[in-house]
C-alpha cells in the first residue's frame, strides 16, 4: 500500500506563507496524479489543487488560485504547496492524495476518486 507523509504545516499570520511537502514511499508511481485537499471543522473536504505526473496540467480551487501553487519533483517522490498571502479562512487540516489511473484530461477535483491519503498535516491562519 502505498504511505503519503505531510509536513510544513504550522501556525501563521494573514498574509504570511507556507510550504507543505508531501513524502511518498511504498507503492506510489511516478504516473500518479497528486492532489492537495483541506477540510476545516464542521465543513466537508475539499479539493484545493492537483497536478499530473509530468507536470504539465495542474488544477486549483477559486478560492486558492493565483495564491497557491503546486509542484512535484519525481525524483524525491515528493509534492508540494506553497502557499502565499494567507487567510484566516485558509485554516483546515491539509491532506496528501493520490490519484491512480486518470492520465487524461482535466484532474480530478472530487475526493472520492483518489486512491491514497495521508495524515494530515494542519494549517491555522491568525486574523
Known amino acids: 500500500q502505498a504511505q503519503l507523509v505531510e509536513s510544513g504545516g504550522g501556525l501563521v499570520q494573514a498574509g504570511g506563507s507556507l510550504r507543505l511537502s508531501c513524502a511518498a514511499s511504498?507503492?506510489?508511481?511516478?504516473?500518479?496524479?497528486m492532489g492537495w485537499f483541506r477540510q476545516a471543522p464542521g465543513k466537508e473536504r475539499e479539493f484545493v489543487a492537483a497536478?499530473?505526473?509530468?507536470?504539465?496540467?495542474?488544477g486549483y480551487a477559486d478560492s486558492v488560485k493565483g495564491r497557491f501553487t503546486i509542484s512535484r519533483d519525481n525524483s524525491k517522490k515528493s509534492v508540494y504547496l506553497q502557499m502565499n498571502s494567507l487567510k484566516p479562512e485558509d485554516t483546515a487540516v491539509y491532506y496528501c492524495?493520490?490519484?491512480?489511473?486518470?492520465?487524461?484530461?482535466?484532474?480530478?477535483?472530487?475526493?472520492?476518486?483518489?486512491?491514497?491519503w495521508g495524515q494530515g498535516t494542519q494549517v491555522t491562519v491568525s486574523s
Open positions: 497536478i499530473r505526473w509530468n507536470g504539465s496540467n495542474t
Open positions: 492524495a493520490a490519484d491512480r489511473g486518470n492520465f487524461f484530461g482535466s484532474v480530478h477535483r472530487t475526493s472520492a476518486d483518489y486512491d491514497y
Open positions: 511504498g507503492r506510489t508511481i511516478s504516473t500518479d496524479t
